[in-house]
């Protein structure tokens, strides 16, 4: 199949979730076009089945915002038409999904019809797509496509509670490939981290607000006034500064490390002892997965579709957001005994390969099949 992939080509989950979709696609020998602004971040090396086509957003005096949408539309039209390109994925609605309807009814005109298959991550949805300067574009186009699919079950509810949409909504959840994550750490790196064997926790986001990072920090706190640990935030955004500013206020500085964006996350979640995720909401949660992927246990909130992914007491914990006291005991619970800390991560471990690649992008390709064949009938 000749795949034409649309999707941020930033750190968050959704453009990560896209890329590696299509790099896995590529190995099974489809052909993949990504269409993005910036070569996606995890588009790294060579491989003879990917393409990548730059939307180029020329700007001009009289634009105070250039508009991107357009010249997404009319680089997937190009893109289609030049590389017989035969189904667009798009990720993330917005606004993505609005692009895709406009260059779909492009292509009709020039007496080409192809499939237009929409994943919806989170935010696109339950936070920035229910805004009403964006829902009503958002509702319309979603149910434009030919297929809707969402990262988790919760996703699929509130996608239906917040929109009139009339089409079925699929479940395809997110993946993680077991075999790059299950990686021995390297000692040399966990030792400039932990130069005394202290335990690794680790929080990894773009963030943002819904990440509710001054969490994170103060449920390390509780927990560092138990047991040796340091605190390895991985990630940027809007939220750093005050971070920083309450590491000051708390007098962690010295227990707390900001490495900012990473490319080989695989190698941080080697060396993490636990994975702290508070969020606010989280359709999924990505880093949790790969987290697990890795051996770590996770102490989550158990907000959106997080309940789908950590078992409590099993492989992780969750409390309700902003609980922090009770997750810094879970966390400590975890921690503090060697026996019950191998339990979770035997568990962690086996629980992320429900999720892994292998499982997962078929599903993908026998939707991709069946919008084909509905479409060669019509
Ligand atoms: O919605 C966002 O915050 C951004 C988005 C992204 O592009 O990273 O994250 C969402 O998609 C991820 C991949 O499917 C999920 O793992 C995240 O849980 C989800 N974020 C939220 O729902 C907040």
């Not at 809707?148 to 917040?162: C, G, H």
């Not at 490390?257 to 949660?285: C, H, N, T, W």
């Amino acid at each position: 199949m000749n795949i034409g992939i649309v999707c941020y080509p930033t750190f968050g989950g959704s453009g990560v979730l896209a890329t590696e979709l299509g790099k896995a696609l590529a190995d099974k020998g489809h052909n993949v076009h990504f269409i993005t602004y910036q070569q996606p971040v995890r588009l790294t090396g060579f491989s003879a089945n990917i393409f990548y086509h730059e939307v180029r957003v020329p700007t001009y005096p009289l634009f105070d915002y250039p508009p991107y949408e357009a010249a997404l539309a009319s680089t997937m039209v190009d893109v289609v038409k030049n590389n017989n390109v035969d189904l667009l994925h798009v990720h993330y609605a917005i606004p993505h999904a609005a692009a895709a309807y406009m260059a779909k009814k492009i292509l009709l005109k020039e007496n080409k019809n192809i499939p237009v298959i929409t994943t919806l991550h989170g935010t696109d949805i339950t936070l920035v797509g229910r805004d009403k300067t964006y829902a009503p574009v958002v509702a319309f186009s979603i149910n434009q496509s030919d297929a809707i699919t969402a990262v988790s079950r919760n996703l699929k509810e509130e996608t239906y509670k917040i929109f009139d949409i009339e089409k079925e909504i699929e479940v395809i959840y997110n993946f993680v490939d077991i075999k790059r994550f299950a990686r021995k750490p390297i000692d040399a790196f966990k030792k400039v981290i932990a130069p005394n064997g202290e335990r690794i926790i680790l929080h990894a986001s773009n963030f943002r607000k819904i990440k509710r990072i001054p969490d994170v920090i103060r449920i390390f706190k509780i927990i560092n006034e138990s047991i040796p640990s340091k605190l390895l935030l991985v990630g940027d955004g809007p939220e750093r500064p005050m971070a920083e500013d309450l590491c000051r206020e708390l007098d962690l500085c010295d227990d707390m490390r900001f490495v900012g964006k990473q490319q080989d996350m695989e190698e941080i979640f080697a060396i993490a002892d636990l994975f702290l995720l508070p969020s606010e909401y989280e359709s999924f949660g990505l880093s949790a997965l790969e987290a697990m992927a890795g051996g770590s246990p996770v102490v989550a909130s158990n907000a959106g579709g997080l309940p789908e992914i950590i078992r409590q007491g099993e492989n992780g914990y969750m409390s309700a957001v902003g609980n922090l006291h009770q997750m810094a005991q879970y966390a400590l619970e975890i921690l503090k005994d060697e026996d019950i800390y191998q339990q979770f991560r035997v568990s962690a471990k086996k629980q992320a390969e429900r999720f892994d690649i292998h499982h997962i992008v078929p599903q993908y390709e026998k939707l991709y099949e069946k919008c084909l064949q509905a479409f060669s009938v019509v």
